[in-house]
């Protein structure tokens, strides 16, 4: 794939994250009742407003990654039925529903990924090696086949079919094949001494994948996204003691993406994973890790940040108390230019020290 087309996938998969991201924010800010001014697609400055629907400016903006909801008053608690006027629950409700979208869409990717890569089928048996010169080689069978009945028999697990192929060594057995949407029916004769290494009919046998069962993905998936978010909140933990490599750790920007995305792309390519439903299984885990990621980040209790901002509504929330509006305006701005530095530094190490899959 070309580097262009890389970069546009990228761009695409980090624009619809942060998409979906805002309209969590969009939805639950209509719900509680804050007006939104503004839903952009891109950062500003603007290019064009598309339409306007119910009040709300959807808007098409010059820099192409993701996009932002502009909620009235938004910094403002003197606007009245605007967002920083709010009660704090409901600020706290559109606060967390971001990230939450971004959970949400993670744990989706993670159900499609567990359900494509499948159980085995511990019924079948499937040949995955036929040994040159070999019976099955001899009448035909190819790796890929699978074994449902011998000698009329069905096939009830792989130790069934070796202990009966044993059985009958010497004797012709019949075996009733599955080849994709065919079914055929071979004869032959396993070998009562085969070579070193091989059985008697000269096969290697192993369980197909069945794609796994719609409940079962979704308790993988969360129980992948809980091991995901915990070994997060451990990482500083680890670093402190040492246990863990700082340079395979380090935050990345968007080259730092992109070197991760064209590796995870490169290993699907590269890679032939037996899974029943073929899928880009490397690349939709980045995409799904990329997406809880921007999730944990954007509750990290940073100003500016949405984890930044539910810091302000606790107060309030807890001691009916609330900081003053300037005294968070002034923290989210400071916050957001030490983020913008953060990420220059970020970036320039995504080039003097690009991140390797490990």
Do not use: C
């Amino acid at each position: 794939m070309s580097v262009f087309l890389l970069i546009l996938q990228v761009v695409i998969v980090i624009s619809l994250l942060i998409f979906f991201h805002e309209l969590g924010h969009f939805l639950s800010a209509r719900a509680v009742g804050v007006p939104i001014e503004e839903f952009g697609f891109g950062y500003p400055p603007r290019l064009v407003k598309i339409a306007e629907w119910k009040g709300t400016e959807i808007t098409l903006n010059w820099i192409p990654f993701g996009g932002f909801v502009r909620p009235k008053g938004e910094s403002d608690d003197n606007v009245e039925g605007g967002m920083a006027s709010a009660p704090a629950w409901k600020r706290l409700v559109i606060l967390l529903s971001g990230p939450l979208m971004n959970f949400l869409i993670g744990i989706i990717i993670l159900i499609v990924i567990y359900s494509a890569m499948g159980i085995p089928a511990s019924d079948q048996a499937m040949i995955t090696q036929v040994s040159p010169d070999s019976p099955a080689m001899q009448v035909g069978l190819l790796p890929g086949d699978i074994v449902t009945s011998i000698d009329g028999q069905k096939i009830e697990d792989i130790d069934q079919l070796i202990t009966i192929v044993a059985e009958r060594a010497g004797t012709p057995i019949t075996l009733v094949v599955t080849r994709g949407d065919l079914v055929d029916t071979f004869t032959l004769t396993p070998r009562v001494d085969p070579p070193p290494g091989e059985g008697a009919m000269g096969v290697a046998l192993s369980n197909p994948l069945k794609p796994t069962p719609f409940f079962q993905s979704i308790g993988y998936a969360f129980e992948a996204t809980g091991f995901i978010i915990r070994e997060t909140l451990l990482l500083p933990v680890r670093l402190i003691r040492g246990s863990v490599d700082p340079a395979l750790v380090r935050p990345v920007g968007y080259k730092g993406i992109y070197d991760i995305y064209s590796q995870a792309v490169e290993m699907d390519q590269e890679t032939v994973m037996p899974t029943a439903e073929p899928l880009p299984v490397f690349t939709l885990s980045i995409i799904a890790n990329i997406s809880l990621a921007l999730g944990i980040t954007n509750l990290l209790p940073i100003p500016a940040l949405d984890g930044g901002r539910i810091l302000f509504t606790l107060p309030e929330l807890i001691f009916r108390k609330r900081i003053p509006q300037q005294w968070e305006n002034a923290a989210n701005t400071v916050s957001f230019l030490l983020l913008i530095l953060l990420m220059v530094f970020i970036t320039v190490l995504d080039f003097t020290s690009p991140i390797v899959i490990p």
